[in-house]
């Protein structure tokens, strides 16, 4: 029996971005016996050899096509009509909501089905959108507050891999830091959004009230708008020399490894906070803000503490409470690597893999049953 064949769109090649790595984490779990997966990439990276290590097919698509040039726009929406004949994909899942590209166009006049997967708040939804069957939300707080609601909405959390986190390893040998100091760790992009600067106020105040605390941050200064620069990251920590900057880490496995304590001190409605789950993976307790939808990973009292955004002094007593309470501090980060394993991992693959023979059950009614049975 034939595999469904299926073409994901990406923006990414595995050298930036977290809804990538969401995408890559799906191929790779995927069920290749049942699904035969084929990413566009839209240049050469650092995801390629992975994805051949994977049994994950290929191809170069330099960017979905936007109106602009007429004939441009035109000529690849031939072009990708005659991609799909040939490869006979039976669905496209495009990793992103994007405007009008000529890519879904093409599928849209071939009949050929598209799922729209939002990582993101989507409150003015592409033109284009309109033409998926499904659109995905990685939280239920995404599903509610995007557009549009003609397009039926499926909430499937992000999964997580859990090989990668389990080889993770300690680190802080080659940061200096000894083994009887407490770490309070930040990982993520370097943003104001993401409460950096809430973290490092946060990291001096603890300092002052705690002698063996150490702070890491992990996460690259792009210096775009919104983001910081390295200079202005530095000069924000000034002369507290408790506070490590590490800057983007490959493996940033280890840099949880390191850590006691993960802060996700978000001051916007993150979608979902794949750092949430990381630190579960690894067995961290997480003190985050109630945002978006991060209170649908961390249950307040069980495997983190939840304040609200604006609340630094809540944020304080917390990270204090779990700096003074080894024993909590295990109880939780057990209970999270619970929740991970329990709904973070094969389950979101095994939602996804459904949808996919659900959405085209119509059109293939008996070669579904027969790939059912195989399961």
């Keep these: 029996m034939d595999k469904v064949k299926i073409c994901y769109f990406s923006q990414s090649a595995g050298d930036w971005g977290g809804a990538s790595r969401v995408l890559f ?3 790779r779990l995927l069920d290749k016996s049942r699904f035969e997966p084929w990413v566009l990439l839209p240049h050469s990276g650092p995801i390629i050899p992975r994805l051949e290590e994977w049994g994950v097919n290929y191809l170069f698509w330099p960017g979905l096509t936007e109106p602009g040039n007429y004939w441009r726009y035109l000529k690849a929406v031939f072009q990708f009509a ?21 890519e879904i166009l093409a599928a849209k006049l071939l009949g050929v089905p598209v ?50 986190f389990d080889r993770g390893c300690s680190i802080r040998s080659e940061l200096g830091v000894g083994e009887d100091k407490t770490v309070i760790a930040f990982i993520g992009q370097i943003k ?55 800057g983007r880490r490959e493996d940033v496995e280890n840099v949880y490894h390191s850590a006691d304590i993960v802060v996700v001190p978000s001051q916007w409605n993150e979608p979902f906070g794949l750092v949430n789950i990381e630190a579960g993976a690894c067995r961290k307790p997480v003190v985050a ?87």
């Design 289 to 375: 803000t109630r945002v978006g939808g991060i209170p649908e990973i961390i249950d307040d009292g069980s495997n983190g503490f939840l304040v609200e955004k604006n609340n630094f002094t809540a944020m304080l007593d917390r990270c204090l409470r779990l700096v003074d309470d080894p024993i909590l501090r295990q109880r939780m980060g057990e209970a999270g690597r619970e929740k991970v394993e329990r709904e973070f991992t094969t389950k979101p693959v095994k939602e996804l893999e459904q949808t996919y023979l659900e959405l085209l059950s119509g059109d293939r009614r008996g070669r579904i049953h027969l790939l059912n049975k195989r399961r």
């Design 192 to 246: 104001k959004i993401k409460g950096v600067d809430l973290f490092v106020r946060l990291a001096k105040e603890l300092s002052h009230q705690r002698p063996k605390l150490f702070f890491l941050i992990a996460g690259e200064c792009k210096g775009e708008a919104g983001a910081y620069t390295e200079e202005a990251l530095r000069a924000e920590i000034g002369d507290c020399r408790r506070i490590l900057y590490l």
């Design 82 to 102: 005659h991609l799909l004949k040939k490869q006979k994909f039976e669905l496209i899942h495009a990793n992103h909501a994007f405007w009008r590209p000529a």
């Design 115 to 164: 799922i729209t997967h939002y990582h993101l708040v989507m409150r003015e939804a592409g033109p284009f959108v309109k033409f998926s069957r499904l659109i995905i939300a990685n939280s239920r707080y995404t599903a509610q507050e995007s557009k549009p609601e003609g397009v039926p909405k499926k909430v499937i959390y992000n999964p997580i891999e859990l090989g990668r």
């Design 25 to 27: 984490t799906n191929l």
